[in-house]
């Protein structure tokens, strides 16, 4: 009897591997479909492995974005406290501006 292949309108064949060394098993991820698939997944790995480098990667991301709002906070803080400076000085020039002037317009009234 000739091999017979399986097609859609040959449903009763079944197919059966002779040989464990024909088919890799790399593909065998059913846990994660292929449109999804994280960059750092490993198919050599388990899903405990893949979840935990998952996790770590994610840990990493948050530590970076963490400092660099840190930078960025610190900078902004620094930048407000040059621009509070800025204006407690106009603001002391201006009260002493004041002052001269009401006291000189005291001497004119004495005079």
């Known amino acids: 009897m000739p091999a017979t292949k399986y097609t859609?309108?040959?449903?009763?064949?079944t197919l059966l591997q002779t040989s464990y060394?024909?088919?890799?098993?790399?593909?065998?991820?059913?846990?994660i479909a292929d449109s999804v698939n994280p960059s750092n997944y490993d198919t050599h790995h388990s899903k405990?492995?893949?979840?935990?480098?998952?996790?770590k990667a994610l840990e990493l991301e948050n530590e970076m974005k963490i400092e660099e709002n840190m930078k960025?906070?610190?900078?902004k803080a620094k930048e407000d406290a040059k621009k509070r400076a800025v204006e407690a000085?106009?603001?002391a020039e201006a009260d002493k501006r004041k002052k001269a002037q009401e006291l000189a317009e005291k001497n004119t009234h004495k005079a």
């Open 89 to 91: 000085k106009a603001k």
């Open 72 to 75: 960025i906070s610190k900078k």
């Open 48 to 55: 405990e492995w893949n979840s935990a480098v998952e996790m």
């Open 21 to 31: 060394n024909s088919f890799s098993h790399s593909g065998d991820t059913e846990d």
């Open 8 to 13: 859609q309108t040959n449903p009763d064949v």
